[in-house]
């Protein structure tokens, strides 16, 4: 009798952008190819035309929905899906739809996954609570060692619950000889910039936590000290309805006489060839990254990258004072500190071709070691054959 395929059903809020929702793609694209059935449940974006491309069904859903009745009625409408679906486990990604998903893989019986995907704010009993489904899953999944620590400090999680799979990287997107010269000049014709400006580059959504504001700090302190020259920071990401943040962005930078130094072109979809272009990418976040995929892209680009000391970085990003410097894939600053910040741009925007080099070969080596696309796939399947008596890895292509 032939084995039965498998049915996976992941839910996340939308598929726009963000490493949870890359991950719910690949992972659906990872089913597929195992030989199993993908449904992803969403209220859909960007990304979702990746699901079906790959062989997997989305399925527009109310899934970002944080309102208590709507939770309710969501369940019931998972739970008649499971059934008639004959969906064998759910995976949530995120926390509204993880009690809807929760209620409803109880009610019918199937195993239930989670993936741990932010250091979420805990500064209340009631937020606590919420976050709390997260841990909830029969298989725990944490993005970093780092996650797996604040999951078990948090809700004393048996650690054998909780499995550690990294953020990957997929290293054929992330290839710096697989960027042609004309991606790379579309996006230096749409930047408004010169082929001979170095590029300081912080793709992150516009939000305060992820640390712009010290970034452009640096930025003028560098300036100060003469030490910016052609250099122009690109603060590359959506601000998501956060409009008074970014004009907060706008006036500081105006202020430090960095217009035209400092700019925030919005969204950029070419993520790796914007990493090609750039001479150094920065991870200045002021509160902990749950893992931080900024830092292993770029180093997966041979790009040089500087992160803040805190949360999963310092798990991605090898840097002294904990390696020695000819192992040194980057480097770790402070949380907030603007002065360290700049200290660490003006070092790496001073290697010399071939340090640079050095530096981007081992930091690419590191990653597809260490943080491959390919593993945590392997290690998701792994999860659901664990729990379904399946062999999705023994199938996976």
Known sequence: MAEKRPTILQIIPELDTGGAELSAVEIADAIVRAG?????????????PRITASGGEFVPFAAATKN??????????????????????????????????????????VPFV???????NERTRLKRAYNAVMAKGDVVIANSRYTKQLIEARYGTPPERVRVIHRGVDGSTFDPAGISEERKAALLRRWGLAPDTR???????????????TL?????????????????????????GRTAYRRQLESEIAAAGLEGKVILP???????????????????????????????EAQAMGCPVIATDIGAPPETVAAAPHVASAEATGWLVPPGDAARLA??????????????????????ARVLGQFSLDSMRRETLEVYDRLLGTRLVASYL
């Open 343 to 364: 200290a660490a741009m003006a070092e790496a925007l001073s290697l010399g071709p071939e340090a640079r080099a050095a530096l981007g070969a081992r930091a690419r």
């Open 199 to 213: 590029i300081v580059l912080q793709p992150a959504r516009l939000t305060a936590w992820k640390g712009q504001g």
């Open 114 to 120: 989670t993936t741990y995907h932010g250091a979420y």
């Open 216 to 240: 452009v700090e640096a930025a003028r302190l560098l300036e100060r000290d003469g030490c910016l020259g052609n250099t122009v920071v690109v603060l590359a990401g959506d601000d998501q």
């Open 266 to 296: 919005g969204h950029v979809d070419d993520i790796p060839a914007a990493l090609a272009i750039a001479h150094l990418a920065v991870v200045a976040s002021v509160e902990p990254e749950a893992f931080g995929r900024v830092a292993t």
């Open 68 to 109: 208590p009745v709507r939770l309710l009625w969501n369940a019931s409408v998972i739970c008649r899906m499971i059934e008639s679906e004959r969906v064998d486990l759910v995976h949530a990604r995120s926390r509204a739809p993880a009690w809807s998903a929760l209620i409803a893989a109880r009610r019918a019986a």
């Open 36 to 48: 199993g059935r993908a449904l992803v449940l969403s209220e859909g974006g960007r990304l979702a």
